[in-house]
């Protein structure tokens, strides 16, 4: 079936209400568009585990920074419904920015204390924009279930504190990060990178793998460890290190020792210029 297109936030909520009548369940996936194989993976996974997918398409404003890319983030709508349709998407639900944020809006979302940490830290007010955003859409399209990538790995954990806090009753699933073949995550953003920086940025997976590498071989001092990851990443890039953290993959606090049975999240941020990519692994040591 061809994909509908939905953009007024009323109607939404009727399909909702009306696909929650007649026993349906709903799937949600949310997205800043410019669609990718990761994307993707999100709408299939939300197929297998409902009988509707809304996936939502909207460059939220309020996760910006002010010296962020909001203004340029890239855009291609005629590709991305082609794409959320073969991927089984049923509504492409794209609100406009006034309809979400009416003149007088005032209301947002705080999760506290993991969003001090590591994104957070970095890019301040950003998971207030991200948590806001997606109550609203839980919200308007009504969902059972809502899957979200582990490429943004903290994002996931702040939704999973929100969903708890605030008693959605959705089922939160997140989905394993789809990479190319190289080993780059995959990004809308990778597509400001230029062809030496694309090249180069393989070198977050490859220091994640290191990483994960040194911890089979038993090494267990994160400090040692982010020193010959960031060694490697300055060796083989021109990339500049924002962070690299070794956290304990529930709270995200770091970890100065990586103690054996332990499930340890190893993430960065690194800029290429002026574009910031993200990657992390999640290990058992
Ligand atoms: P975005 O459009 O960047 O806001 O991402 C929308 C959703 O897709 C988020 O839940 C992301 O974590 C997820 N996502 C983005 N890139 C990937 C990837 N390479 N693999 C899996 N999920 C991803």
């Not at 839980?138 to 996931?156: L, M, R, S, Y």
């Not at 070198?203 to 590498?213: D, I, M, N, P, T």
Request: without cysteine.
């Amino acid at each position: 079936m061809a994909i509908r297109v939905v953009t007024e936030l009323r109607e939404m909520q009727k399909i909702a209400d009306d696909l929650r009548a007649s026993g349906k369940r709903i799937g949600v996936v949310p997205t800043m568009g410019f669609l990718h194989e990761g994307h993707l993976s999100l709408m299939r996974i939300a197929r297998k585990h409902s009988d509707f997918v809304i996936t939502t398409l909207f460059v939220n404003p309020t996760q910006f920074g002010p010296k962020e890319d909001f203004a340029r983030y890239p855009r291609d709508f005629e590709r991305d419904r082609r794409l959320a349709e073969e991927a089984g998407s049923d509504v492409l639900f794209m609100p406009t920015t006034e309809d979400i944020y009416p003149a007088g809006y005032a209301t947002f979302v705080n999760v506290e204390g993991i969003t001090d940490l590591l994104e957070g830290k970095s890019r301040p007010g950003h998971f207030r924009g991200v948590a806001t955003v997606v109550a609203k859409l839980f919200n308007i399209t009504k969902p059972h279930v809502a899957v979200f990538g582990q490429k943004d790995a903290q994002q996931a954990a702040v939704i999973r504190q929100m969903t708890r806090d605030l008693n959605f009753d959705i089922q939160i699933i997140v989905a394993p990060i789809v990479r190319e073949a190289d080993g780059l995550a995959m990004s809308s953003r990778n597509s400001y990178l230029s062809s030496q920086q694309r090249k180069e940025a393989v070198v977050l997976f490859e220091s994640l793998r290191l990483a994960e590498k040194r911890i089979a071989e038993g090494v267990v001092e994160s400090s040692a460890m982010r020193e010959e990851m960031a060694r490697h990443m300055t060796k083989f890039s021109a990339g500049e290190i924002d962070y690299i953290s070794i956290a304990d993959h529930e709270t995200l606090s770091e970890l100065d020792q990586m103690s054996k049975g332990k499930t340890v999240l190893i993430s960065m941020a690194v800029r290429f210029g002026t574009t910031r990519l993200i990657d992390n692994i999640v290990v058992k040591v």
